[in-house]
T-cell receptor, first 113, second 113 residues
Framework: DGGITQSPKYLFRKEGQNVTLSCEQN?????MYWYRQDPGQGLRLIYY???????QKGDIAEGYSVSREKKESFPLTVTSAQKNPTAFYLC????????????FGPGTRLTVT | GENVEQHPSTLSVQEGDSAVIKCTYS??????FPWYKQELGKRPQLIID?????GEKKDQRIAVTLNKTAKHFSLHITETQPEDSAVYFC????????????FGAGTILRVKS
């Protein structure tokens, strides 16, 4: 299961606190992505990055922030401005040339009470 | 932007029967269509994909067909087995947008033995 890792697997926070989810890949992929998954819904794109020090908002970026200081790492911060932060968060990576396959990490289940 | 619709939302089949899941997309510029399988609490995993220059692709019991004119693509699973039970997601992307995938809402497939 190497390649792309996320930590922790489960995370509990109190409302009003910021929390950072980790995503690391050793696949030498250029692009990295963050998705949110809610029960009964598909994966919704939060942010994506094609290159170090650059990233773009996805469909549901409000209340989230990211950084891409290293090719291998793409941490996601869930801020207190996110109204419904409890969800399953998935990180993915892919090459930009050739096959478009995205490889997913194991996910982090965040619960905010 | 791209919009992907997926049907049905749930599908129950008897073991050994075939299962078909259909997706439609809105943007004719989309050129890559993967299918992911996600078991409960696990990461999505790519099971098959197709590019816009191909009409059909098979891999053992799984096949995907693409109709570019009608902008729809389908997943076909033959001789279903209990281990095929999972949530299946279709997606579409355009290379020009850094491999950003737009996902359908998912289909829960239950194979009854």
């Amino acid at each position: 299961d190497g390649g792309i890792t996320q930590s922790p697997k489960y995370l509990f926070r109190k409302e009003g606190q910021n929390v950072t989810l980790s995503c690391e890949q050793n696949l030498n992929h250029d692009a990295m992505y963050w998705y949110r998954q809610d029960p009964g819904q598909g994966l919704r794109l939060i942010y994506y990055s094609q290159i170090v020090n650059d990233f773009q908002k996805g469909d549901i970026a409000e209340g989230y922030s990211v950084s891409r200081e290293k090719k291998e790492s793409f941490p996601l911060t869930v801020t207190s401005a996110q109204k419904n932060p409890t969800a399953f968060y998935l990180c993915a990576s892919s090459v930009l040339a050739g096959r478009n396959e995205q490889y997913f990490g194991p996910g982090t289940r965040l619960t905010v009470t | 932007g791209e919009n992907v619709e997926q049907h049905p939302s749930t599908l129950s089949v008897q073991e050994g029967d075939s299962a078909v899941i259909k997706c439609t997309y809105s943007d004719s510029a989309s050129n890559y269509f993967p299918w992911y399988k996600q078991e409960l609490g696990k990461r999505p995993q790519l099971i098959i994909d197709i590019r816009s220059n191909v009409g059909e692709k098979k891999d053992q019991r799984i096949a995907v067909t693409l109709n570019k004119t009608a902008k729809h693509f389908s997943l076909h699973i033959t001789e279903t087995q209990p281990e095929d039970s999972a949530v299946y997601f279709c997606a579409a992307s355009m290379r020009e947008y850094g491999n950003k995938l737009v996902f359908g809402a998912g289909t829960i497939l239950r194979v009854k033995s």
